[in-house]
């Protein structure tokens, strides 16, 4: 059984269209995330959602607008689709958010959606 | 100046040497750490969590210094199956953190 899956896991289209990615996790966690890894395998936190509830939004641009329909799922919507977006974007997911006394809190991601923005 | 930065090498190294990676932290208040491991096209995965007293798990040793703000891991009786990319991840903030992960040393083993 998959973990943490999204779909799709590739993606490509012209610049200008907007786009979604579905995340699920059947682990039964809280907590939800959004990663972006550039070309440079810099892996930075966008989103992050604990229970339903936006908890981190790193500066990211508002053309990405996060969806979490409930604690299994969250998505990824992108509009107005920019070259500098291509990237490959992973999912994770945690029973506890990070810090305070996460401790040992594992984050689990999925296998990435490569996009390419033409 | 970098939250988490670490020399992306890459390091060549023969089966069965040992290879040792660093990484320094830029936020004092930081407070749990790991090493995460990433194939070739593939996800991030825990490799080990890494305590102030230092801790061991089979091949791999990993340490944390807080007054000079690095961590490392120490990879002994290298195996091919260790290539790969170490992420060296730095968990900062009280209620509601967040995991900053450094670029990633590439490491490949060779016959």
């Known amino acids: 059984d998959t973990a943490v899956s999204q779909t799709p896991k590739y993606l490509v289209t012209q610049m200008g269209n907007d786009k979604s990615i579905k995340c699920e996790q059947n682990l039964g966690h809280d907590t939800m995330y959004w990663y972006k890894q550039d070309s440079k395998k810099f892996l930075k936190i966008m989103f992050s959602y604990n229970n339903k509830e936006l908890i981190i939004n790193e500066t990211v641009p508002n053309r990405f607008s996060p969806k979490s329909p409930d604690k299994a799922h969250l998505n990824l919507h992108i509009n107005s689709l920019e070259l500098g977006d291509s990237a490959v974007y992973f999912c994770?997911?945690?029973?506890?958010?990070?810090?305070?006394?996460?401790?040992?809190?594992?984050?689990?991601f999925g296998p990435g959606t490569r996009l390419t923005v033409l | 100046r970098k939250e988490v930065e670490q020399d992306p090498g890459p390091f060549n190294v023969p089966e069965g040497a040992t290879v040792a990676f660093n990484c320094t932290y830029s936020n004092s208040a930081s407070q749990s750490f790991f090493w995460y491991r990433q194939d070739c096209r593939k996800e991030p995965k825990l490799l080990m969590s890494?305590?102030?007293s230092g801790n061991e798990d089979g091949r791999f040793t990993a340490q944390l210094n807080r007054a000079s703000q690095y961590i490392s891991l120490l990879i002994r009786d290298s195996k091919l199956s260790d290539s790969a990319t170490y992420l060296c991840v730095v968990v900062t903030g009280t209620s509601y953190g967040k995991l900053t992960f450094g670029q990633g040393t590439i490491l490949t083993v060779h016959p």
């Open positions: 994770a997911s945690s029973q506890l958010p990070a810090g305070g006394n996460a401790g040992d809190n594992e984050q689990f």
């Open positions: 890494v305590y102030s």
